[in-house]
């Protein structure tokens, strides 16, 4: 059983909108902190927001603004809403379970993550 199963990715044009999800398995969801990464083509994956159990949320200087991470305790369900996309945030993207101490500890396998393609 897959403990992460990410989904909303798609292809969308430049100054587009897209929401992610990510399902995570498992009862102690609501005591978890959640993170948000990416991966583009020969590049490392990257921390891109992430949010603590009481609702705390940080963010990559390169979405600030325009990316809001949230989520729903009753469906184990992490979001990321992406606005003003640009075609930089063009990777795949992965979400995780952890802990936050001072910055954020991933503590599963990665899923298959879902892919975001922005176009110029």
């Known amino acids: 059983q897959r403990q992460l199963v990410e989904s909303g990715g798609g292809l969308v044009q430049a100054g587009g909108s897209l929401r992610l999800s990510c399902v995570a398995s498992?009862?102690?969801?609501?005591?978890?902190?959640m993170g948000w990464y990416r991966q583009a083509p020969g590049k490392q994956r990257e921390l891109v927001a992430c949010?603590?159990?009481?609702?705390?949320?940080n963010y990559a200087d390169a979405v600030k603004g325009r990316f809001t991470i949230s989520r729903d305790n009753a469906k184990n369900t992490v979001y990321l809403s992406m606005n003003s996309l640009k075609p930089e945030d063009s990777a795949v993207y992965y979400c995780?379970?952890?802990?936050?101490?001072?910055?954020?500890?991933?503590?599963?396998?990665w899923g298959q993550g879902t892919q975001v393609t922005v176009s110029s």
């Open positions: 995780n379970r952890g802990y936050y101490n001072n910055r954020f500890y991933p503590l599963n396998d």
């Open positions: 498992g009862s102690m969801f609501s005591i978890n902190a």
């Open positions: 949010i603590t159990s009481d609702g705390s949320t």
